[in-house]
């Protein structure tokens, strides 16, 4: 392997971790200046910056290389990875982060987003065994439609509740930027979002090319090193936001993220010259589904059963995310295709 390929790894890490500290705090500034909620900005605006990197790479194996299992192992194992970005908040927010993070808007959108997993999960399962089950147009599964109706909803929802003033939506910590007009806070979100899209870029590709050069399989792949690499910038913003002291942008973005990932899920089956995307990946990709849907459940519960104790900094909710991270990716790596 050319040292090349580590040195361009080197390289888009370093984009990344400039790009995605600047977008968190263009994402605080553009949420200040307009009075829209965190919730929300971190829900739309900086989950779409931050997915950028799995769009690219996940058209690119479709479009591309025809790879529908790379593409699908991608958006479905950086859902998981983005879950666990959650769990800094009780890591680094120390004292200025309290319980309560998710306004009654990221609420919905979290149970919202599993129904879609479960939409998708019985439509894998129904095109293998049950195919009178299932409805497409053509080549297009009427899942994907779905996807797109249901996160528009999403987001006009926590839209209406961030507007609305709900009194979980902010923390009290609201950095002000004066120096800063909306139109320059605009200009430093698109310069960094460039930058985390061509480090993201890089990034993805490097790991690919990096882990296939160890000979495991795509959906195995796909759904940990390339999932965890593109998910890199969720990581930069989750930190940098929970140290800003603004929690709700990291809910937001975590759920932002994992909904966008889903569009392009969808956006796979449009561009996928072969059939129906969900009937051609493999089925093993429906570990990773049951493993994101039991990651969202948690996040969801933690809200209303808070931890009392803690193991290093680390709740009950933490702790079983962490647990059934490592045993989804254990199966997968059992059951993995060389």
Not at 16 to 29: E, F, I
Not at 67 to 87: H, I, K
Not at 173 to 202: C, D, M, Q, R, W
Request: with cysteine; net charge positive.
């Amino acid at each position: 392997m050319s040292i090349i390929v580590w040195l361009l790894f080197v390289v888009s890490v370093g984009l990344v971790l400039y790009g995605g500290v600047k977008l968190t705090r263009s994402g605080d500034m553009i949420a200040e200046k307009t009075g829209i909620g965190r919730a929300w900005i971190g829900l739309v605006i900086i989950s779409f910056a931050t997915t950028l990197p799995e769009m690219v790479t996940s058209i690119s194996a479709i479009c591309l290389v025809k790879e529908p299992d790379l593409a699908a192992g991608n958006c479905f194992g950086s859902m998981a990875f983005n879950l666990l970005l959650v769990t800094f908040i009780g890591l680094f927010g120390g004292k200025k982060i309290v319980r309560g993070e998710m306004n009654r808007g990221l609420r919905l959108s979290g149970g919202l987003f599993i129904v879609l997993l479960f939409i998708i999960q019985f439509s894998m399962f129904s095109w293998r065994f049950y195919p009178f089950a299932s409805v497409s147009l053509g080549k297009i599964d009427l899942t994907s439609f779905l996807i797109i109706v249901i996160y528009v909803l999403t987001t006009r929802t926590v839209f209406v509740y961030g507007k609305g003033g709900d009194p979980l939506t902010e923390t009290d910590a609201k950095p002000e930027y004066h120096n800063y007009s909306l139109s320059k806070s605009f200009f430093l979100y698109g310069t960094s979002a460039f930058s985390v899209l061509v480090g993201g870029i890089l990034l993805a590709d490097t790991a690919n090319r990096i882990a296939v050069a160890t000979g495991i399989g795509q959906t195995f792949v796909g759904s940990t090193l390339v999932g965890i690499t593109t998910s890199l910038p969720e990581m930069v913003v989750a930190f940098t936001a929970v140290r800003l002291g603004v929690p709700e942008m990291v809910v937001g973005n975590v759920l932002g993220a994992n909904l966008f990932n889903l569009i392009i899920v969808a956006l796979c089956d449009f561009l996928y010259p072969k059939g129906i995307l969900l009937k051609s990946i493999d089925f093993n990709h429906s570990i990773t589904i049951v493993m994101v849907i039991a990651m969202t459940c948690v996040v969801l519960f933690s809200q209303h059963y808070h931890p009392k104790k803690r193991v290093v900094g680390l709740g009950w909710d933490s702790l079983s995310l962490y647990l059934i991270y490592a045993i989804g990716v254990s199966l997968l790596y059992m059951l993995k295709r060389v």
